[in-house]
């Protein structure tokens, strides 16, 4: 049975930071490429990060240089390192993970900027 659990989302101040985690099992997580995405109250889920298997990156435009994804293979885990957040970023955060044949979504962990 695949999971994927995220952990690390609350109640931040703007400009603040928070870490997102993401825990697989089920799953050759060495194999698949993740991501986060987000969705707020009345929007579409949008990509904020995505990592490929290989390493490669890349970034929602509205986040490049101030959010981070990592991944540890040895830990089935990946992370998103978000900082210097913005009200407008209050969404659910969710985990995903994808091949060439397969995509799974975690649960989602809420994130909300608000002083």
């Known amino acids: 049975q695949v999971q994927l659990v995220e952990s690390g989302g609350g109640l931040v101040q703007p400009g603040g930071s928070l870490r997102l985690s993401c825990a697989a099992s089920?799953?050759?997580?060495?194999?698949?490429?993740m991501g986060w995405y987000r969705q707020a109250p009345g929007k579409q889920r949008e990509l904020v990060a995505g990592?490929?298997?290989?390493?490669?990156?890349n970034y929602a435009d509205v986040v490049k240089g101030r959010f981070t994804i990592s991944r540890d293979n040895a830990k089935n885990t990946v992370y998103l390192q978000m900082n210097d957040l913005k009200p407008e970023e209050t969404a659910d955060y969710y985990c995903?993970?994808?091949?060439?044949?397969?995509?799974?979504w975690g649960q989602g962990t809420q994130v909300t900027v608000s002083s």
């Open positions: 995903n993970a994808h091949d060439y044949r397969d995509d799974y």
């Open positions: 089920g799953i050759i997580f060495r194999f698949y490429a």
């Open positions: 990592l490929s298997s290989g390493g490669s990156t």
